[in-house]
Every structure is written in structure tokens, then in C-alpha cells.
Nanobody
Framework: QVQLVESGGGLVQPGGSLRLSCTAF????????IRWHRQAPGKEREWVAR???????HYSDIVKGRFTISGDRDKKTVYLQMDDLKPEDTGVYYC?????WGQGTQVTVPQ
């Protein structure tokens, strides 16, 4: 069984940065295909980024150029470096691997 734990959220001013972590516990074969998503208040959950095979990276258009996804296989951790944060980036950020989801971490960027 796999568990995912997110951390690193917080309150940051517009233009600031945060780095989120998603650490996998249990029988995860690979950190490839771990994905980040977010859900803003009152909105649907949306996909943000994916850590693909051979360390490939994939981003939604809304974060491309500002967010960077990376991974550390030894630590079973995928990171989401978020730069130039905007108020519209506010929400709960989740990571997933297949059907497994973490509990989420709150990111708040005030107006």
C-alpha cells in the first residue's frame, strides 16, 4: 500500500515562492507519474504538473514557466517549486500516484 504526504504549503505574498514536497511511503515502485493538482475555493480540482518517465516534466498552461516539478528517487519525493506566485494560485495542492492521493497542503497568496 502506498501513502502520499504533501508538505511545504503556507502563506506567501504575490511574487513570492514556495516549494512543495510529496513524499511516498510504502510499496511505490517508482516516483514516475506522480502528479500535482490543486483546488481553489469553490472550483474544480485541476491538474498542475506531472513528473514523467526518464525525468520528463509536464505542465498545465496555467503554471508553465513559473512552476518546476522535480524528483528525488532515493527520497521517494517529488517537489513542486512555485515561483512568481499569484493570488489565483491559492488553493489546496494535492499529489497523486495512480488512484492514491495525499491529504493536501494549503497555499495562500493574498490579493
Amino acid at each position: 500500500q502506498v501513502q502520499l504526504v504533501e508538505s511545504g504549503g503556507g502563506l506567501v505574498q504575490p511574487g513570492g515562492s514556495l516549494r512543495l514536497s510529496c513524499t511516498a511511503f510504502g510499496n511505490i515502485l517508482s516516483i514516475y507519474d506522480i502528479r500535482w493538482h490543486r483546488q481553489a475555493p469553490g472550483k474544480e480540482r485541476e491538474w498542475v504538473a506531472r513528473f514523467g518517465t526518464a525525468y520528463s516534466t509536464h505542465y498545465s498552461d496555467i503554471v508553465k514557466g513559473r512552476f518546476t516539478i522535480s524528483g528525488d528517487r532515493d527520497k521517494k519525493t517529488v517537489y513542486l517549486q512555485m515561483d512568481d506566485l499569484k493570488p489565483e494560485d491559492t488553493g489546496v495542492y494535492y499529489c497523486s500516484w495512480g488512484p492514491t492521493w495525499g491529504q493536501g497542503t494549503q497555499v495562500t497568496v493574498p490579493q
